[in-house]
């Protein structure tokens, strides 16, 4: 996988300007290994789980990270915007899934795939989540996780329609998220 911001993607697509990017190899930093993305993203987990946002921010992120959600296209870039982030979306989303606190049984969940390149892992997913009503439904999500200089740069999340649309009601419940700099719709 190739770590392109959009701007790189979408200038690279045009055929007179292929030739002003750099080769992958002089653009990224020496790769992780599957290995040391895995254990990364474990602890960053963990200290997900455990509600430690300020030890996400410290040990897991680069300095300025990047989330993107689709199809929901909002965008969340910078310490600040991140770390607000991930504190709603562990009351929205990461609550569920969480061991302790699951509602759905631990075999509820299943991850179909996990596919790794240079500093970047993408993973398909599926789990049950309760979107508001009381009953459990199966959700689908995929993600891409970019790596640089041992630390993550941030996630691209696509979810299935319903929990997306559970997740931005989640966010739209903070009315200052969207103020936040930082944080956007595209």
């Keep these: 996988m190739n770590s392109f911001n959009d701007d790189e ?13 750099m080769p992958l190899e002089q ?8 290995l040391q993305m895995i254990e ?9 789980f455990a509600g430690d946002f300020d030890g996400i921010m410290e040990h897991s992120l680069i300095d300025e990270p990047v989330y993107e959600f689709l199809p929901a296209r909002i ?9 607000r982030y991930h504190q709603l979306n562990y009351e929205i ?19 179909y795939t996990r596919s790794f390149g240079e500093n970047s892992f993408a993973t398909e997913i599926s789990s049950m989540f309760d979107l508001g009503d009381g009953n459990l439904q199966r959700c689908y999500f995929n993600a891409v996780i970019t790596f640089q200089d041992g630390k993550m740069v941030g996630e ?3 979810m299935d329609q319903k929990l997306s649309d ?4 989640g966010l739209e419940k903070d009315p200052e998220f969207f103020n936040l700099p930082g944080v956007e719709r595209f």
Excluded: C, Y
């Design 40 to 48: 990364l993203n474990g602890e960053h987990t963990r200290r997900f």
């Design 93 to 111: 989303v990461i609550a569920q899934v969480d061991p302790e606190r699951r509602a759905a049984p631990a075999d509820a969940g299943a991850t």
């Design 75 to 83: 965008r969340v870039r910078g310490k600040e915007a991140v770390h």
């Design 166 to 169: 559970f997740f931005v009601a």
């Design 9 to 21: 993607l979408l200038a690279a697509m045009k055929p007179e300007n292929r030739a002003s990017f």
């Design 27 to 34: 653009h990224l930093r020496p790769p992780m290994t599957p």
């Design 156 to 158: 691209r999340v696509w």
